[in-house]
């Protein structure tokens, strides 16, 4: 069955960095485009960042472009998510989850079926 397991989250203070990992298995990871999404108490899931089949091309929301940087291993089914200059408003339960689809061309949630568990990112000011 599809797993997707990440790592990495913690707590930092603001302008610091963390980079989370999330390791797949049970389908063929280079076929489907990845993703990144976060959720903070009593807001939607947002998704933060995608990324295509070869890593060639990727996609951020407004609120993380210049300082974050989505990345995959094929082969090491591996998807990480570097997070730089970070601000309490970044502070949030973060997913990485794997779209229905090869392209990234829509990359909301209802675009993807297989969520993991979630990493805690705490940033305090």
């Known amino acids: 069955q599809v797993q997707l397991v990440e790592s990495g989250g913690g707590s930092v203070q603001a302008g610091g960095s963390l980079r989370l990992s999330c390791v797949a298995s049970?389908?063929?990871?280079?076929?489907?485009?990845m993703g990144w999404f976060r959720q903070a108490p009593g807001k939607e899931r947002e998704g933060i960042a995608a990324i295509s089949v070869g890593g060639g091309r990727t996609h951020y929301a407004d609120s993380v472009k210049g300082r974050f940087t989505i990345s995959r291993d094929n082969t090491k089914n591996t998807l990480r998510l570097q997070m730089n200059i970070l601000e309490p408003e970044d502070t949030a339960v973060y997913y990485c989850?794997?779209?229905?689809?090869?392209?990234?061309?829509?990359?909301?949630?209802?675009?993807?079926?297989?969520w993991g568990q979630g990493t805690q990112v705490t940033v305090s000011s």
């Open positions: 049970g389908y063929i990871y280079s076929d489907y485009c």
């Open positions: 989850a794997k779209s229905k689809f090869i392209s990234c061309d829509g990359w909301g949630p209802a675009d993807f079926d297989y």
